[in-house]
């Protein structure tokens, strides 16, 4: 089992940039496939960036494909998710997850396939 915590929410104004991190408990972290969702207000969740256990495969939503980067430290137990030009559009409760996986360079996009959740950190991008 693992447990998440995530951090550097907040508010920035559009065209500005967040570094959201998310810490994991456990010395199984590398066999976690680890995604980055988010939840606006009256919207389901979605998906935004996941990573391999190795760190060697990506792959981000369209909507914040080049905008966002998502990134792990299997030394650390962390995993990132650097946010560029944000717009007001992104404002949500951006959530990271874990999926235990097998294959070291396998992705999950899929929410039901995560089997553990931080409790979100909030961004709010003003205009």
């Known amino acids: 089992q693992v447990q998440l915590v995530e951090s550097g929410g907040g508010l920035v104004q559009a065209g500005g940039s967040l570094r959201l991190s998310c810490a994991a408990s456990?010395?199984?972290?590398?066999?976690?496939?680890m995604g980055w969702f988010r939840q606006a207000p009256g919207k389901e969740r979605e998906f935004v960036a996941t990573?391999?256990?190795?760190?060697?495969?990506?792959y981000y939503a369209d909507s914040v494909k080049s905008r966002f980067t998502i990134s792990r430290d299997n030394a650390k137990n962390t995993v990132s998710l650097q946010m560029n030009s944000l717009q007001p559009e992104d404002t949500a409760i951006y959530y990271c997850?874990?999926?235990?996986?097998?294959?070291?360079?396998?992705?999950?996009?899929?929410?039901?396939?995560?089997?553990?959740w931080g409790q979100g950190t909030q961004v709010t991008v003003s205009s």
């Open positions: 997850a874990a999926d235990p996986a097998i294959d070291t360079f396998a992705v999950t996009v899929r929410a039901y396939e995560y089997d553990y």
């Open positions: 990573i391999s256990r190795n760190g060697g495969t990506t």
């Open positions: 456990g010395r199984t972290f590398s066999t976690y496939v």
